[in-house]
């Protein structure tokens, strides 16, 4: 924890109060094109009482010059702006307010209290000390002005050798960061030794250990395109096992029905989950939907439009099949008749928020229930020979998707009738595949 008791200001230092209100002055470099094709950089910068910036030459190039010596004299213009920066900055270095390491963390804690959110400044405070702690272990410096890009390195490799993954190492600078800045502001640090850092390189996908022999480095795809396993990443090259082999895939009414036979003991889940796969409802629009949403007079299930600040707002009816009936009916005797179609589980959540981790140990995700349905109703559409053009009007209906803006503009909300056939004949190959 943080002390908030702490004099942030060092008692040895008698002139700490003289020039607090010095800032740090900014150098930038700016790039003037001339007329026979070559560029001149300038350093450009403004003083506190000025009204005007001040620039200074720094080189030119030749006429036309090519990207590689263009980089050339991209670099030397950012040297020059690093030097000069440094020259314009040795007054604030100077005169900046002393601060102990304690005292900043405490006085951006305070900040954070007062303009973040609880969490937000928990995070940071949890954080700052315990970079506080490794810095006073390892015997590093007491004033904030001490610390230096070596020190936040080293710090970096602390991270990464304690297990840390690359990404919450990049969290972890990056909050660091936003403190040095803040500090800056407010003239307790003149620089951010978190700027110049190296960053730990993130892995593409999620790198597990193969069930089989414990290597490491194999990566897991949802869904296999036609490849054979060798050259998929989820194949094995030390022993050979083929990851998805593991996993359960969802393509056809058989799959679908196992999937929903992992959860025979668990009714309110089995319906859940059978209510998502048979409507292609996205999780949000599951846990919005009450009983007043089922018509039960025209078999119609109404999704409400969401609200205009959501890019998924687009209302639709979806016409219940029997399978539809059977999972609502399980819904309604396990939950709450007057209340959200998928309601609270004993107080907790939403249950539609849980279906991923449900799914987890299948290697499945909530999204893939609607993937699966309309991967279902093309299926469907090709084997009743309806017409293509006409199936993916109506499929785009009951997804949900908006197929253009001028469609959208024409065309009113769907009443569902037209999408009745093809729900009708992806109930039938549905009660087909079940075994």
């Given at each position: 924890m943080i002390d908030e008791t702490i004099d942030w200001r060092e008692e040895e230092d008698d002139e700490s109060d003289r020039n607090e209100t010095v800032k740090r002055v900014g150098v930038a470099v700016q790039r003037q094109k001339n007329r026979d094709g070559s560029t001149t950089f300038l350093l450009r910068w403004h003083l506190d009482g000025e009204r005007k910036y001040f620039h200074s030459r720094v080189c030119r190039t030749e006429p036309?010059?090519?990207?590689r010596s263009m980089r050339d004299w991209e670099r030397e213009a950012a040297q020059a702006r690093y030097a000069k920066e440094q020259e314009m900055n040795k007054e604030a270095r100077d005169y900046c307010t002393p601060c102990v390491l304690e005292g900043a963390a405490a006085q951006y804690h305070r900040h954070l209290v007062a303009n973040r959110s609880r969490s937000t400044s928990e995070r940071?405070?949890?954080?700052?000390?315990h970079f506080v702690d490794w810095l006073t272990a390892r015997g590093g410096p007491k004033n904030i002005s001490g610390v230096t890009q070596v020190h936040v390195a080293q710090y970096r490799d602390h991270l990464m050798e304690a297990g840390l993954a690359a990404t919450t190492t990049n969290c972890y600078l990056s909050d660091l960061s936003a403190w040095f800045r803040w500090l800056i502001g407010e003239s307790l640090a003149y620089h951010n030794p978190v700027a110049k850092v190296n960053r730990p390189v993130r892995q593409s996908g999620r790198a597990k250990r193969c069930t089989r022999c414990g290597w490491r480095g194999v990566r897991f795809l949802r869904n296999r395109v036609g490849r054979p396993a060798a050259t998929d990443p989820a194949y094995c090259p030390v022993c050979g096992h083929d990851?998805?082999?593991?996993?359960?895939?969802?393509?056809?009414?058989?799959?679908f029905w196992d999937v929903l036979g992992q959860f025979e003991t668990e009714p309110r889940k089995r319906a859940t989950v059978g209510l998502l796969g048979v409507t292609g409802l996205r999780r949000g629009e599951a846990a919005a939907l009450r009983w007043s949403a089922v018509r039960p007079d025209d078999r119609m299930l109404v999704v409400p439009?969401?609200?205009?600040?959501s890019t998924k707002r687009h209302g639709r009816n979806i016409p219940i099949i029997s399978t539809t009936e059977g999972f609502l009916a399980v819904l309604r005797e396990t939950g709450d008749p007057d209340g959200y179609i998928c309601g609270c589980d004993g107080g907790r959540k939403p249950i539609t928020s849980q279906v991923s981790n449900w799914l987890k140990p299948m290697r499945l995700s909530a999204h893939d229930l609607r993937r699966f349905f309309r991967t279902a109703l093309e299926t469907v559409?090709?084997?009743?020979?309806?017409?293509?053009?006409l199936?993916?009007?109506?499929?785009?209906?009951?997804?949900?998707?908006q197929t253009g803006r001028v469609r959208a503009a024409y065309t009113p909300q769907s009443n569902g009738a037209a999408a009745r056939p093809l729900m009708e004949?992806?109930?039938?190959?549905?009660?087909?595949?079940?075994?």
């Open positions: 036309h010059p090519t990207k940071m405070e949890r954080l700052m000390g990851q998805l082999a593991d996993g359960v895939s969802m393509t056809t009414a058989t799959e439009a969401g609200s205009s600040e559409a090709a084997s009743e020979r309806i017409d293509g053009r199936a993916g009007f109506v499929i785009d209906d009951l997804m949900g998707h004949a992806f109930g039938a190959w549905l009660l087909a595949g079940r075994q």
